[in-house]
């Protein structure tokens, strides 16, 4: 059978409703069922990244669905093992129309976190793709394998509507990003030459807002570390040496404490951005932060209170507890406990100094009176921050070609609140990274009944395809001259 890339169409692309007929067609797919089949078959493959016995699964997954749907459309495409022990595999896949052409580079992944089906509401399954209304439940359908499905199924509404691109396309789907995107840094360094590429246009993690489309540059970084304080072996009576005994669970509390306010403002001053540009405080103005969620309070008055809702999650740093433990909380016994032990984490943006974040907390706590309590850094726990240049002209491309097909200007965001690999991407090929999300916050990635939202997938495939079709006609002169990147 002859792939779609190869295909000679009829000069569809010369009409004057090409782009038209390119969008509709891909937001097509999510009526007449198209969509749903192909993911139907994704999400049947349970891929586990944090199941170790699911690693079978994840070769599955690129040699049944991605490897040959990506063929279809005329790339070529290899597997490679994760250079990694512990990591999932990689597929790498390249199309090339001609050497003066610019290169696109798509990601993905397509491991999941653990299916987790006995939480699931009853008649959903993580692994069976169901379909209530808007909402399509299963494991994955938003984080990754539909947002990356979505890239690829709009590429090849392009081709089938206009015979070629116009540019050039690879793309790297990698199968161990829940557990840390193990081996992507060592990957991306030795096949730099192979994804080598003008820009990075992909998609992860939620909209700000369920009916709005944003654009994000990159990602908040993630530092995480252990605090312990380890005062002796075992515990003793608390009725005979309670009062008399140092308390490690209160010592550390009181160490966690004297690095905020009661109300969550970091004290450490060192952890803060040195300075906030303008242009990323202008793009945080007047944006509306949807939890898609009426059980989430969020106080005014937590964490920095001269800052906005968006500054706070966007522009800022933020610290969080995520473990606490001193003695056996499922079975308490009457002792002074010996140690206490907690685990933090650090969001921050490329603003801040994260080469700080850890001595400076040591002469934090020193200056403070404990010099008990231990640090104890995480390195494998960690995300680099990046933010692409917003006057980068690839951003200017992907902001007009998107408001072209919504109807109205897309919100620009400096980066996004999580973690994404962005600078990894960044640094190794020297490229822009541009995030398009195709999911909303209410979609309870991670948890139980995971979904995507039959309107988002819609309009995310009208939104890939319209800027697939106008990147190729700005280098192909079709409408708007031969202006390159």
């Keep these: ?35 749903f089949e192909i993911m139907r078959k994704r999400l049947a493959i349970p891929t586990e990244s944090q199941n170790a016995e699911r690693l079978p699964d994840l070769y599955r997954y690129l040699r049944e669905e991605i490897g040959p749907a990506l063929e279809e459309l005329g790339f070529t495409w290899r597997i490679r093992d994760n250079p990694v022990e512990g990591g999932g595999p990689f597929l790498i896949a390249s199309r090339h129309e001609a050497d003066d052409l610019p290169t696109v580079l798509g990601y993905g992944h397509g491991d999941v976190v653990r299916g987790i089906p006995e939480l699931w509401r009853k008649g959903l399954d993580p692994w069976t793709l169901t379909a209530e209304g808007e909402r399509w439940y299963g494991r994955g359908i938003v984080d990754n394998k539909g947002q990356h499905s979505i890239w690829i199924a709009s590429l090849g509404i392009v081709l089938k509507t206009r015979g070629r691109l116009g540019f050039n396309a690879k793309f790297v789907i990698e199968t161990s990003e829940e557990i840390g995107s193990v081996g992507l840094d060592v990957l991306l360094e030795t096949e730099a030459e192979a994804l ?27 530092v995480a570390f252990d605090l312990r304080v380890k005062l002796r072996e075992g515990s003793r009576h608390s009725g005979h040496w309670g009062g008399v005994l140092e308390d490690p669970g209160l010592i550390l509390a009181h160490a966690l404490a004297s690095i905020t306010t009661p109300r969550g403002k970091i004290l450490v001053e060192d952890w803060l951005p040195k ?21 989430l309070v969020m106080p005014d008055d937590w964490g920095e209170a001269s800052l906005s809702r968006p500054e706070k999650m966007y522009g800022w740093t933020s610290f969080i507890v995520l473990a606490y433990v001193t003695g056996a909380p499922d079975k308490p016994i009457n002792g002074v406990q010996p140690d206490a032990y907690a685990r933090c984490q650090i969001r921050y943006t490329v603003d801040a100094d994260e080469t700080r974040f850890i001595p400076a907390l040591r002469e934090h706590l020193d ?12 390195p494998k726990n960690r995300f680099p921050a990046w933010r692409t240049d917003p006057d980068n002209p690839w951003v200017d491309r992907v902001m007009k070609s998107v408001g072209r097909t919504i109807g ?21 090929l020297n490229c822009p990274v541009i995030w398009i999300p195709h999911s909303y916050g209410g ?26 079709w106008d990147i190729g006609t700005e280098v192909l002169g079709e409408e708007a001259g031969n202006d390159r990147p």
């Excluded at 992909?202 to 970084?221: C, Y």
């Excluded at 300075?275 to 059980?295: E, M, N, R, Y």
């Excluded at 990635?445 to 495939?461: F, N, T």
């Design 275 to 295: 300075s906030v540009p303008p242009k990323v405080t202008q793009a945080l103005k007047g944006i509306l932060v949807d939890p898609s969620d009426p059980t």
């Design 196 to 222: 080598a590429c003008d820009v990075l246009v992909a998609s992860d993690g939620p909209r700000l807002v369920r009916d709005k489309v944003d654009i994000k540059l990159g990602n908040r970084g993630s």
């Design 1 to 35: 059978m002859r792939a779609l890339g190869e295909t000679v169409m009829t000069q569809v692309n010369d009409m004057p409703n090409g782009r038209e007929a390119a969008v509709a067609d891909a937001a097509a797919m999510v009526s007449d069922g198209r969509f």
């Design 443 to 468: 979609s309870k990635q991670h948890g139980p009944d995971e979904h995507m939202l039959e309107p988002i997938a819609r309009e995310g495939l009208s939104i890939m395809a319209g800027l697939f």
């Design 408 to 428: 109205y200007a897309p919100t620009l965001m400096p980066n996004s609140s999580g973690g994404l690999p962005s600078e990894i991407f960044a640094r190794h």
């Design 367 to 378: 200056r403070n009176g404990f010099t008990q309590v231990e640090i104890a850094n995480l």
